[in-house]
């Protein structure tokens, strides 16, 4: 499907110089010569490498046709991370390489959406929040009042975040997937 250089947005997947590319980052230009245009950062979904391209507002892009579907995350190996259709019961495998960072915040039977390119897992969607259990986070340091006084913590997955002072161990919170961010406590 055809689409113009302006209708590109972050999280789309497009086919340029023969191979398929996710779009990172895209920023509208309009300087004060010339005529306007679309910077874009791409990642390569069969490569892994990165491009910045710049489109003219005029320039036509191809989209990539793909088929999402929901799955639930079943279990991981050393290479692999496992899913199941959930109307078909049907199962798919893919690479940790695809997925990278985002496989720390997979849990058994959480909800994701799998983009499928000719059957194939090409790019992994997780819900916009995610639940997890504070491990450790340091005490509230009497007297420190200040409005923006986040501490760091350490999420049951690994992961390290800053959370409010009002945070304690064994909290569950909610976080943002896509900048791994805290959100809010969930009671």
Same mark, same amino acid.
């Given at each position: 499907?055809?689409?113009?250089?302006?209708?590109?947005?972050?999280?789309? !997947?497009?086919?340029?110089?023969?191979?398929?590319?996710?779009?990172?980052?895209?920023?509208?230009?309009?300087?004060? /010569?010339?005529?306007?245009?679309?910077?874009?950062?791409?990642?390569?979904?069969? @490569?892994?490498?990165?491009?910045?391209?710049?489109?003219?507002?005029?320039?036509?892009?191809?989209?990539?046709?793909?088929?999402?579907?929901?799955?639930?995350?079943?279990?991981?190996?050393?290479?692999?991370?496992?899913?199941?259709?959930?109307?078909?019961?049907?199962?798919?495998?893919?690479?940790?390489?695809?997925?990278?960072?985002?496989?720390?915040? $997979? @849990?058994?039977?959480?909800?994701?959406?799998?983009?499928? !390119?000719?059957?194939?897992?090409?790019?992994?969607? $997780?819900? /916009?929040?995610?639940?997890?259990?504070?491990?450790?986070?340091?005490?509230?340091?009497?007297?420190?009042?200040?409005?923006?006084?986040? @501490?760091?913590?350490? !999420?049951?997955?690994?992961?390290?975040?800053?959370?409010?002072?009002?945070?304690?161990?064994?909290?569950?919170?909610?976080?943002?997937?896509?900048?791994?961010?805290?959100? /809010? /406590?969930?009671?």
């Amino acid at each position: 499907m055809k689409i113009t250089a302006n209708e590109i947005k972050t999280g789309m !997947l497009i086919e340029h110089k023969d191979d398929l590319w996710t779009v990172l980052k895209t920023q509208h230009v309009k300087p004060g /010569k010339g005529g306007a245009f679309n910077q874009v950062e791409l990642k390569s979904v069969i @490569k892994g490498t990165k491009l910045n391209e710049r489109f003219r507002s005029n320039e036509t892009l191809e989209k990539a046709e793909v088929e999402e579907k929901k799955f639930n995350f079943l279990y991981s190996d050393e290479q692999n991370c496992y899913f199941m259709d959930n109307v078909s019961f049907e199962q798919v495998s893919m690479e940790k390489n695809l997925i990278e960072d985002k496989e720390k915040l $997979l @849990k058994e039977n959480l909800e994701v959406v799998i983009s499928l !390119l000719n059957e194939k897992p090409i790019s992994l969607e $997780l819900p /916009k929040n995610i639940e997890c259990t504070v491990e450790s986070t340091d005490g509230v340091v009497k007297g420190q009042t200040a409005a923006s006084s986040y @501490k760091p913590a350490k !999420l049951d997955n690994g992961i390290m975040i800053s959370v409010p002072p009002f945070i304690e161990n064994g909290d569950k919170i909610i976080i943002d997937s896509r900048n791994l961010e805290y959100v /809010k /406590k969930n009671n």
